[in-house]
């Protein structure tokens, strides 16, 4: 039986585009909010990603780092974020979900105990950004034996012989650093590089899906269409942070954004 992810890469390559990932935080601007900004999202969404807040975000800019503060300061724990998921995937256009954070807060929960719980409420797929390839290989193991993905990370400085073994253990797809910066940041190099160093990728191992990260907006998400998914990010927590601020309201605001994404993909 094939995963919810390769379903929905394969449903993207019959229509001829990439797979566009969002990625908003649990909990922003509250609970409540969040789950109807997810539910929002997903009718153009393929994949969502969601992130458990935590107060050290080392990878993560100023815009996801400012959505998981509003989330922390208004309360959100992982025992909630379960709950947005588990709510999230009984509504008619669920989409496969994908969480995104620290290993402390595993490690805290307990790595079995946490597992469990992703299968239970239908996590399909974890990033754990601080968990580098070796050390995830035990934690990877534990998650496929219960059909959920393990994303890996690829960046512009791993080299190919470490790209072959990282490709080789990943699951239904790997995740590429377009660039040596935080989420959020200006894109450093030119999407011509970033798609080159995405087909020397491709090249290991075509049948593994690979999605690129970093620095995606909806001013460079046309010029990257090749690669088989796309991760928008911190543009969408830029949004939740303007509608708060003018008052507006952020479901219609993201929904409005990601429904114009993805038509710069069609």
């Known amino acids: 039986m094939r995963s919810k992810i390769s379903l929905a890469f394969k449903k993207c390559r019959k229509e001829k585009r990439p797979a566009l990932i969002t990625y908003t935080v649990a909990g922003d601007n509250n609970k409540d909010r969040s789950f109807e900004i997810l539910k929002s ?127 080789k253990d990943s699951h239904e797809m790997c995740y590429y650093i377009s660039m040596l910066s935080t989420t959020g940041g200006k894109l450093k190099v030119s999407p011509k590089k970033i798609l080159s160093n995405y087909e020397k990728i491709k090249k290991i191992n075509k049948s593994k899906n690979v999605v690129i990260g970093f620095g995606i907006t909806s001013k460079t998400i046309s010029s990257l269409k090749k690669a088989d998914g796309l991760v928008v990010g911190s543009a969408l927590c830029k949004g939740i942070s303007e509608s708060i601020k003018k008052r507006q309201n952020p479901v219609t605001n993201l929904s409005n954004m990601v429904k114009l994404l993805k038509a710069k993909l069609l």
């Open 41 to 167: 999202i997903s009718k153009y969404a393929d994949i969502c990603e969601i992130g458990f807040a935590h107060n050290t975000p080392i990878a993560d800019g100023g815009q996801i780092q400012s959505s998981t503060y509003r989330a922390l300061k208004n309360g959100i724990k992982i025992k909630d974020v379960f709950q947005i998921v588990k709510k999230f995937k009984k509504t008619k256009n669920s989409k496969p979900v994908i969480l995104m954070g620290y290993y402390n807060i595993i490690y805290q929960y307990g790595e079995n105990n946490f597992i469990n719980i992703c299968k239970k409420t239908g996590v399909d797929g974890l990033i754990v950004v601080d968990l580098p390839y070796p050390e995830n290989k035990y934690f990877a193991k534990k998650c496929k034996k219960k059909n959920i993905a393990f994303i890996q990370l690829l960046a512009p400085t791993t080299s190919k012989n470490r790209m072959k073994k990282i490709i």
